[in-house]
């Protein structure tokens, strides 16, 4: 069932032009990735999902109702998470703390309430490190403790940012595994990367992005075997 779609983005930082015409959809339940070089317009398109650089043209819908210049919070609200790739973690706050303070309540959540025990689960390592202060974590518990906090909001979909960008191998191997258990929890994500070989391995479809244009639509099988759109644009 479709939950999500862009129509149409048209984005701009002061007078520069960044997304043109981006559209893309999302079905209940499903993991699809965003894919793209740097500077491509990945962040710039879950910021503008989210209300964070509203676009100047174009529509987000969510659940059939339009969320486009609404604020950051109320399409909080409504049940989008999002989770920055500058992770934004309060430092001076411990583990369980810094879940806690992202307990809140979304519209279309109909799942199990997640708790901090539940985020536990998925991410053990929290749970050995529930104590300590978030600043003094690796980038990869870091990672993991903001992706715990956004789900406190009990988000239907959740949107992340270069979830494994600057992470060890093994833990974005890890990171793998963990993003197939919040979707078999019944949660649905759009995320963004310029890892493809990690967005491959766990994505069902894909869509890549150059230049603020969307370049790819399609199903992770096809664009595996798309050697065009994986050596223009993916650079492999």
């Known amino acids: 069932m479709l939950i999500f779609e862009?129509?149409?983005?048209?984005?701009?930082?002061?007078?520069?032009?960044?997304?043109?015409?981006?559209?893309?959809?999302?079905?209940?339940g499903e993991l699809v990735c965003l894919l793209g070089r740097n500077g491509a317009g990945k962040t710039t398109t879950l910021r503008s999902i989210m209300g964070l650089t509203p676009p100047k043209a174009?529509?987000?819908?969510?659940?059939?109702?339009?969320?486009?210049?609404?604020?950051?919070?109320?399409?909080?609200?409504?049940?989008?998470?999002?989770?920055?790739?500058?992770?934004?973690?309060?430092?001076?706050?411990?583990?369980?703390?810094?879940?806690?303070?992202?307990?809140?309540?979304?519209?279309?959540?109909?799942?199990e309430p997640w708790t901090v025990e539940r985020i536990y689960e998925i991410f053990p390592k929290l749970k050995q490190l529930e104590k300590n202060l978030g600043g003094y974590l690796s980038?990869?518990?870091?990672?993991?403790?903001?992706?715990?906090?956004?789900?406190?909001?009990n988000p239907e979909l959740i949107l992340l940012d270069e979830p494994v960008e600057g992470l060890a191998p093994l833990v974005v191997k890890d990171f793998a595994e963990r993003l197939i258990k919040l979707k078999e929890t019944g949660l649905t994500i759009l995320f963004s990367e310029q890892n493809v070989r990690f967005s491959l391995s766990i994505a069902e479809r894909a869509y890549v992005i150059d230049r603020g244009r969307i370049k790819y639509s399609g199903s992770i099988a096809e664009l595996e075997t798309n050697e065009e759109v994986k050596r223009e644009y993916l650079m492999i």
């Open 58 to 111: 174009g529509s987000v819908i969510f659940h059939g109702e339009d969320m486009t210049g609404r604020p950051p919070y109320k399409i909080a609200q409504k049940g989008i998470g999002y989770v920055p790739d500058n992770r934004l973690i309060f430092p001076d706050l411990t583990v369980r703390e810094n879940l806690e303070i992202g307990m809140k309540k979304s519209e279309h959540f109909k799942g």
């Open 6 to 28: 862009a129509n149409g983005l048209n984005t701009f930082y002061g007078t520069s032009h960044i997304l043109f015409d981006v559209s893309l959809q999302v079905n209940s």
């Open 139 to 153: 980038g990869g518990e870091q990672q993991m403790l903001t992706i715990g906090r956004t789900l406190m909001g």
